[in-house]
């Protein structure tokens, strides 16, 4: 059984917030004064990027306070996480939406790459009836190598298709109160993955409501599919993995603030 210190998810041994909220000025490049337009994003939470290549190897959940895939997150910013997420291929990192259809786009397009290594795992987050159905198509659309569904229905969601998945979690809705539909579509889920031999993660809620449905749950409760993290390299490899992106992503940022200036 993992050892889940410090983190807020049953299913990660450690959670990684690399974005924090920001008030800005789009038009200039500074805290904005009274009677500026402000604007709320995300940007990279610098004190924290370094964080995974200190760590010994671990599942992580990456952005717990924030939806990377949601319109307050530059595309750029996902990019450097995707890139830092590359270089520290000695963990597992787990990254879950409720963004679908920007996540099909970003998998297809520039985060192409970072679909196709086993140690990224791309998820959503299926919670209503009226979204569960696009979400998990636009995920088996972008096809990444380790596509994985988090089951915490707030009602009903129907029969669903997890075909594809390679992961499922089975979650409860915070506060762990749920409806009679709800309640069955943890069942049904469950009864889906299990059929399709998708390893599945069991939160102590679910585990509590699958007991109420009347199933025996011997056994596992805590599946997950493979590879899990492999041995990190020495110290000194890490730091320089960490160094090269810090300079790309300097470069970049250069870069940036130069095609700003110019227009």
Known sequence: MLQ????????????????VRHVFCPRQRYLPAEGDEATDAFVLAHTVLDR????????IHVSY????????????????????????????????????????????GSLLRATRTPHIWWGVEVTHSLTAGDLLHNLRDAAPLVPFALIRPHEGLGRLSLNAMRWVILDTPAGGVMTTTALASVHSAYEEARSAG?????????????????????????????????????????????GTFLLNHEQRSHESILSHIRC
């Open 4 to 19: 889940h210190q410090h983190c807020r998810v049953a299913w990660a041994e450690s959670v990684w917030n690399p974005v």
């Open 52 to 59: 995974p290549f200190h760590w010994a190897p671990r599942g």
């Open 65 to 108: 306070e924030c939806d990377l895939f949601a319109d307050s997150v530059a595309a750029a910013v996902v990019e450097s996480i995707a890139n830092l997420m590359l270089s520290a291929d000695w963990h597992v990192f787990m990254v879950m939406t409720t963004s679908g259809p920007r996540l099909k786009r970003m998998l297809g």
């Open 198 to 242: 998708i390893p599945i993660f069991l939160t102590k809620g679910a585990q509590q409501a699958l007991v109420a449905c009347g199933e025996d749950l011997a056994g596992e409760f805590e599946r997950y599919p493979a590879p899990r993290p492999k041995s990190a390299p020495e110290l000194s490899e890490r730091l320089r993995r960490l």
